[in-house]
């Protein structure tokens, strides 16, 4: 059984920075050898997928992030990260970490980022 536990929301005003994390566990979770992602959900609206990083490190972002997100990992410590820069009231949400493509199962509580103008 996998837990991902996120955790570095908060509420920032338009413009400034914030840095998520999120830490996995579980005794037969490889997790180096996953696909990893960072998805978000504001209120009224779906769940939408934000960044992915793949074993390699290779990554991707949804068009409205490049250039202000960026995804990494340290398999060391089974973490993955999200730093948000030049945020916008637009990046309000819930944000979860979850594998790629997600498991129902692993989705955690999330994180509340809130972005003020």
């Known amino acids: 059984q996998v837990q991902l536990v996120e955790s570095g929301g908060g509420l920032a005003q338009a413009g400034e920075s914030l840095r998520l994390s999120c830490s996995a566990s579980?005794?037969?979770?490889?997790?180096?050898?996953?696909?990893m992602a960072w998805y978000r959900q504001a209120p009224g609206n779906q769940r939408e997928l934000v960044a992915t990083?793949?074993?390699?490190?290779?990554?991707n972002y949804l068009e409205s992030v490049k250039g202000r997100f960026t995804i990494s990992r340290v398999n060391a410590e089974k973490k993955v990260y999200l730093q948000m820069s030049n945020l916008k009231p637009d990046d309000t949400a819930v944000y979860y970490c979850?594998?790629?493509?997600?498991?129902?199962?692993?989705w955690g509580q999330g994180t509340q980022v809130t972005v003020s103008s």
């Open positions: 990083i793949n074993s390699d490190s290779s990554t």
């Open positions: 579980g005794s037969s979770f490889v997790f180096r050898a996953n696909a």
């Open positions: 979850n594998k790629f493509p997600p498991r129902p199962y692993n």
